[in-house]
């Protein structure tokens, strides 16, 4: 301090080998993810084939509900990681929390049904439908949240994270929801034991995962 004969120099003296850097900004953060979630689907379509059952009116209620849901996690888990990539003050919203919530209803909804089936009722599905066992979907749909994931992390890498463990799970929870959803629209098993069970699951997988390999990568 004493080298410096006032607050002036000091502040010129510290700011000298400072260099501008590019202003880190949400909007590009979400532009990288959405750009990362059509990816997957355009590379999910181009190996697995768009399922015409969208167009057509064959897609049934549970389809849209499910992928909705996960549609509504994501854009809200996506807008939470982004703006957590930028130190502030202030409370931070629980929207991809309560999304989260929302979507459990779907496997809980699903896990309802099929045991209501076994006890005799007369519902649409039961555990002896083959498609409630096709768990290829749950791996399609994680491979296709690790493009999305990759792209979150290279965000928050850009970013100053504060609170590395919340950045994580939001990570985990958006991938794991726009890498189904993404996957989703090639899949032709639209009953709710398929689509509220095993396209909900990469979410809880992905996130658990992020939740263990982002901290790291993100830390600095």
């Known amino acids: 301090m004493e080298k410096y004969s006032n607050r002036a120099d000091l502040i010129a003296a510290l700011s000298d080998d400072l260099t501008p850097v590019a202003r880190v900004k949400p909007r590009d953060g979400m532009l990288l993810i959405v750009f990362a979630t059509l990816a997957a689907a355009l590379a999910s379509i181009a190996i697995f084939e768009f399922w015409p059952g969208m167009l057509n009116g064959e897609a049934s209620a549970f389809f849209w509900i499910t992928n909705g849901l996960l549609a509504v996690l994501g854009s ?5 990681l982004v703006g957590g990539a930028l130190p502030r003050v202030g409370t931070r919203g629980n929207a991809p929390f309560w ?21 005799g009722h007369d519902h649409a599905t039961s555990f002896a439908d083959p498609a409630v066992s096709y768990w290829e ?13 990759l792209a979150a992390i290279v965000w928050l890498r850009r970013g100053a994270p504060v609170s590395i463990e919340r950045s994580a799970w939001l990570t985990g929870l958006s991938a794991g929801a726009f890498g189904s959803l993404a996957y989703g629209i090639t899949c032709p098993l639209d009953g709710v034991g398929h689509v509220g069970i095993v396209h909900v699951a990469p979410v809880l997988i992905s996130a658990l995962v992020a939740r263990i390999v982002v901290p790291p990568l993100i830390r600095w």
């Open 76 to 80: 809200a888990s996506m807008v939470g």
């Open 99 to 119: 999304s989260a919530a929302m979507l459990a209803v779907m496997p809980i909804a699903a896990l309802i049904t099929l045991l209501s089936v076994e006890a």
């Open 137 to 149: 979907c749950a791996a399609y749909g994680l491979c296709a949240s690790v493009l999305v994931g």
